[in-house]
């Protein structure tokens, strides 16, 4: 049922009824729109996708000199020639949705498109415009057709669409689609064949621009893959293979970590084998082995294989998630975030003393003042600063008054030898007394290393890492109402989906004491309500690039402030700054801005 003819379909009127009932969230009836569509329509919704409107975002000239163009260029050329003078538009997306290039053979549906800006440098992927042939069609990964009324945004109602992703024929990656689209009325059953075939086309045109150092790799892979239970990663100058494993185990900045070492491995014409800490937190075991090309002199590229020195156990079954443990003044849900609680409580409960590690503001102290409440809710809690200068020996005293439970020495990385020592000699007596404490140690990120704490971290068996809040930003949906109310402003001021969404795409490099410090900022200027998008300092409206000189930021800053005064049109706000739409387009995309919903 998926790729019926227009034919076939239901009749327009009650296609256009069913689509107005999901719009108003009414009830949908069984059997009354195809369930590919439906579950496209969904994700448009869960995409904040408008559905009166088309607004696709523009990211600008597109590099063409890429091996998808050169291996399509013929395909299209031909095709475009049979299709001169036909009301029909053959386009080929990048992997994203984003048009690469549009031919179209007939004068008023080229104009349309362009209305509807269904031309390159516009995206056509889904949280762009909606379900359409492009969009839909990446996003199901399988070929998809779309006809009038299916289309999520109305002004598309009267196109028809088939689209098709394209795999790279080795690496078997996606990097794109080819799309067919003429109007409604004249859409027949074939649109779909023909966009498979021209799709197939390209595959096979772009296996024979495959040079052989491609194939040779691709073949080092497949042995690896069959001799290897773990994670295999292949790679050279232009493309990147990884098993399911891969895919499975490893985040983005995982994978772009051992791609690193890989590529530094082949470099320097290394053969041995490594161990590296990724950013989610994982130690593994690289092996990186040089795939030879055609002759021995030349490099096809390198094959990685890869072991999980620990947590192997718990990342084998990934649908085992590790359950939430409450620990009073913390939140988060991430499982990042519930694996260094698990591993803190863990250490609390064998009685080993913690180093807790982690970038400053990522919430040691919080994290052993929760664990501390969780067990221990009546007995003496004492934090002290390391750096502070503290009399250890008076410490010592103090205890022996005023037994403590839980002792949390901050900052340790932060003591020069002498005073690292005298502290390493204090937490030795206190280690030897029946009622000696439950000591946690808060450092930042490779203090262990420093030759100055090597005494002092004798005492501690355990290494926590806290995560930064980069790597758990979806624990923002809970922290920002934490932080909230910690300002006095629980259940006075919320935060909307969109002004969410904004925060949750920053890096956050001050982690969430950088969160208090702009929520903080925030509620001096709207201390009651919903904190919406417009409320957020400008830098949080762009998608971090590079560092902006003064004026720079100013020129940014001025766009995002003249884009909320116009809703998120940007003609509008073009006037208003008194550019060109072209101009703000390109100022757009090349700050990284997010535009506000509409």
Known sequence: MDEMAPGTLLADDELARTRVRFLTAEPVPPGTVRQTILASWRRSQEFRVEADRIDPRYFGDQNLDIPLMRGAEPVLHKLSEQFDGQPISLILTDASGVVLTQRTGDADLKRHL??????????Y???????????????DGRATTVFGHEHYAEHLENLACAGVPIHHPISGKKIGAVDLTCWYKDAGGLLIALARSTAEQIRQALLRHSDLREMILFQAYLQTCRRWTGIVLAFNEDIVMMNDRARQLLDPADQ???????????TDGRRTSATLALSSGLRVRVFCRRVPGQRET?????????????????????????????LPGVVGSAPLWLRCGHDLDTGHQRGEWVALEGEAGTGKLTLAKGLHQRHHPAARLLTVDAAAGTDWAALLREHAEAPIRTLVVRHADRLPAPAANALATALRELRELADAPWVVLTLVPEAETKPALAELLKSFPRTVRVPPLRHHVEDLAELVPLVLSKLGYGGRLTCSAAALHLL???????NTGQLYQVLRAVAQRRRAGTIRPGDLPAEFHTVGRRPLNRFESIERDAIVKCLEDADGNKVRAAKLLGISRATIYRKIHEYGIVPPAR
Request: hydrophobic residues 40%; aromatic residues 4%.
């Open 114 to 123: 362009e209305r509807v800006e269904l031309v390159p440098g516009f995206s």
């Open 125 to 139: 992927g889904e949280q762009s415009v909606g379900t359409n042939g492009i969009g839909t069609a990446l996003e």
């Open 298 to 326: 030349d490099t096809a590229g390198g094959v990685l294989s890869v072991k999980l020195i620990e947590a192997e156990e718990t990342l084998a079954v990934p649908s085992t998630p590790m359950l939430p443990m409450y």
């Open 256 to 266: 772009s970590v051992l791609l690193g070492h890989g590529t530094a491995a082949l």
């Open 504 to 510: 949750m795409r920053a890096e956050w490099p001050g």
